[in-house]
């Protein structure tokens, strides 16, 4: 049972922001949005986390919807270090439940 | 530092070898978690131990034998694997359980012949 659907995969251009959408239709009000990247075969980095508000940190930003339905986080100046698979997460406050991910390859 | 550290990087074993994955953490978590992961999947839970209990076994089978020796430690340990067991297998914590942010390690890469 999915919590969260994301793009398989995304392509952007180096320098330029990296929009990563997610979908969690069916999060509750106290289920946590967070975001991980795993670059190839190495163990997931975390990246940033929100409930309500939208959050930011040194790595990226995290735009959460209204409704809470959806999210995006914002890779704002993307470089080729950023290529990566991005898996967005509904932390239950039992478990952790991860999307298939998103292949983001970030271009030259 | 958020470092957790997993030996060996790399595992090839038979099916009637035993062996053993070690993770260790030092930031204080008082829960730790072993997933699996398969080429191009997400990780899978298989273990969560908080203030080294087992709280969580998600229906792994008997060959994989967890193991927490103190709350810094955590083992897995493997026993008459079969090929379709090879994988990554990652190892994470939290301060104190699942409403925290996970930190995980490198993992260990896994082939079972």
């Known amino acids: 049972d999915a919590k969260t659907t994301q793009p398989p995969s995304m392509d952007c251009a180096e320098g330029r922001a990296a929009n990563l959408p997610c979908n969690h239709s069916?999060?509750?009000?106290?289920?946590?949005v967070y975001w991980y990247r795993q670059i190839h075969s190495q163990g997931p980095q975390y990246i940033i986390h929100?409930?309500?508000n939208n959050e930011t940190n040194e790595m990226a930003s995290l735009i959460i919807t209204e409704d809470r339905k959806s999210s995006t986080l914002i890779l704002p100046h993307a470089t080729l270090r950023d290529t990566a698979v991005y898996y967005c997460?509904?932390?239950?406050?039992?478990?952790?439940?991860f999307g298939t991910g998103t292949s983001l390859t970030v271009i030259p | 530092d958020t470092e957790v550290t997993q030996t060996p990087k790399h595992l090839v074993m038979g099916m009637t070898n035993k062996k053993s994955l070690k993770c260790e953490q030092h930031?204080?978590?008082?829960?730790m978690y072993w997933y699996k992961q398969k080429a191009k999947k997400p990780p899978e839970l298989m273990f969560v131990?908080?203030?080294?209990?087992?709280?969580i076994n998600e229906s792994v089978p008997s060959r994989f034998s967890p193991e927490c020796p103190n709350s810094s430690l955590l083992n897995l340990h493997l026993h008459a694997l079969q090929p379709e067991d090879s994988a990554l297998y990652l190892c994470?914590?939290?301060?104190?359980?699942?409403?925290?942010?996970?930190?995980f390690g490198p993992g260990t890469r896994l082939t079972v012949l």
């Open positions: 994470a914590s939290s301060r104190f359980g699942y409403t925290d942010t996970q930190y």
């Open positions: 069916t999060i509750s009000g106290n289920e946590y």
């Open positions: 929100g409930l309500k």
């Open positions: 997460i509904v932390n239950t406050g039992n478990q952790f439940y």
């Open positions: 930031m204080g978590h008082r829960a």
């Open positions: 131990y908080s203030y080294e209990k087992l709280s």
